[in-house]
């Protein structure tokens, strides 16, 4: 737990939006405060937090409000998970990497999904379908000129070594009457 922390102890930062990993080295932590300045509801326990100085890449960075009782917390809007415990970090950890895997492994879903709403809006929108079949045929009629433009660059070299051929015949021939 957070709270449990004392000077020199390894603290994990997890940043997940181009995942990687720093370990520091916590210099200070606050005593627990409570995480709300009004009291609860009458029964309802005060939840405490911690304020953690670490040194993480030869930097002190403070780590402020951090639930005093979890050994693993989500700052949210930054994208950084902290923790105390590698084993709370390797599961956060694998948690990232299987959300990817489970992302990439319905690409193909969704692919089928966008297809199949394009096939629906064509019904109901001819607008969309007409849109859809001028599209269609834009591509194939850019792919037919790239065609043209190759079988034309292919003759131009023809040609020309024909026109070489002939006048090194022609040479070769008045090279001979003379």
Do not use: W
Not at 116 to 135: F, M, R, T
Not at 145 to 162: D, H, P, R, T, W
């Amino acid at each position: 737990m957070f709270q449990s922390l004392r000077p020199n102890n390894q603290i994990y930062i997890l940043r997940k939006d181009k995942p990687s990993l720093d370990i520091g080295s916590v210099v200070s932590v606050s005593m627990p405060t409570p995480k709300y300045q009004m009291q609860p509801a009458f029964g309802q326990p005060q939840e405490m937090v911690v304020d953690i100085v670490a040194n993480v890449n030869n930097q002190d960075v403070n780590y402020q409000r951090i639930p005093a009782n979890l050994d693993i917390a989500d700052s949210g809007l930054s994208g950084i998970v902290i923790s105390d415990n590698r084993d709370a970090m390797s599961a956060e950890v694998m948690s990232l990497k299987k959300k990817s895997v489970d992302i990439l492994n319905s690409v193909d879903y969704h692919k089928e999904v966008i297809s199949n709403c394009e096939a629906i809006l064509s019904e109901l929108n001819p607008e969309v379908a007409e849109k859809q079949a001028q599209q269609k045929e834009i591509n194939n009629l850019r792919i037919q000129i790239e065609e043209m433009a190759k079988n034309m660059a292919s003759l131009m070299s023809s040609n020309q070594q024909l026109i070489k051929a002939i006048n090194n015949k022609e040479d070769n021939h008045e090279n001979v009457r003379n």
